[in-house]
């Protein structure tokens, strides 16, 4: 039997009281920027415990004070993890103290208000990052155009294990990143209903950037 959070299609909405309510609290309006920066981490910990689930371990040995004993740990180089600015930045930090010994990729984008496409002003990749697992994160997936340019970019650089991780995602978010990167696993805390005309998630949770930060 599935798991709540199974997904045959590419997708994981996580299922847990703990995430539905913090994104309840991450919707209201009222929610000020403080609270929603730990918001966005609390959920991203919950979450990011599902995205990670595939991480390659291998036994070692370990001598406890009780046996000696064989032990999974995770191997091989460390995750890159890669935060889409500036909203992701809330999302990198949560996921380096799940994985501290993770690298960081940076990746500037925002979104032209007419066209709504994005714009990139800002690359900076750590080294080997196509041999490396790679979390892409961003807490909105809207248009997917956002999402689709990283995964783009990531993919000519070579990085062929890359999963997504957002915390509000919409239909049509899903589809355009699907559409061009069908083997990327997408791990979201909710799946909303639409986009609106202004290519704003509903119901979403307005402007991630903007609620983070203070900024309008
Ligand atoms: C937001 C969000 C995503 C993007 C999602 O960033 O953090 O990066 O929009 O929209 P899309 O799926 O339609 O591309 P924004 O462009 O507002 O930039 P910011 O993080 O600097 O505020
Ligand atoms: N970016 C956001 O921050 N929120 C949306 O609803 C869509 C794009």
Redesign the pocket.
Same mark, same amino acid.
């Given at each position: 039997m599935a798991s709540p959070s199974d997904s045959p299609n590419g997708v994981t909405v996580v299922q847990h009281p703990l995430v539905s309510h913090k994104i309840t609290m991450l919707r209201d309006e009222t929610t000020n920027s403080a609270a929603f920066r730990s918001l966005c981490q609390e959920i991203t910990l919950l979450t990011a415990y599902e995205a990670l689930r595939h991480l390659p371990t291998e036994l070692v040995p370990v001598r406890t004070p009780v046996a000696e004993t064989r032990s999974p740990m995770l191997t091989g180089l460390a995750p890159a993890v890669v935060g889409i600015l500036r909203?992701g930045l809330v999302m990198v930090e949560a996921i380096l103290t799940l994985v501290p010994h993770g690298r960081v990729g940076h990746l500037g984008l925002y979104?032209d208000p007419d066209t709504h496409q994005p714009v990139e002003y800002y690359r900076k990749f750590p080294e080997q990052i196509d041999q490396r697992d790679v979390i892409l994160v961003d807490?909105?997936l =809207?248009t997917g155009g956002s999402a689709t340019h990283a995964l783009d970019i990531l993919t000519e650089a070579g990085c062929s294990n890359i999963k997504m991780l957002s915390i509000?995602g919409c239909p049509e978010g899903v589809a355009a990143i699907h559409a061009k990167h069908p083997n990327v696993h997408i791990t979201l805390a909710a799946l909303d209903e639409r986009l609106n005309d202004k290519?704003?998630?509903v119901p979403?949770?307005?402007? =991630?950037?903007?609620r983070i930060y203070g900024t309008k």
């Open positions: 909203a979104r807490p909105m =809207a509000i290519a704003y998630i979403g949770l307005g402007d =991630a950037g903007d």
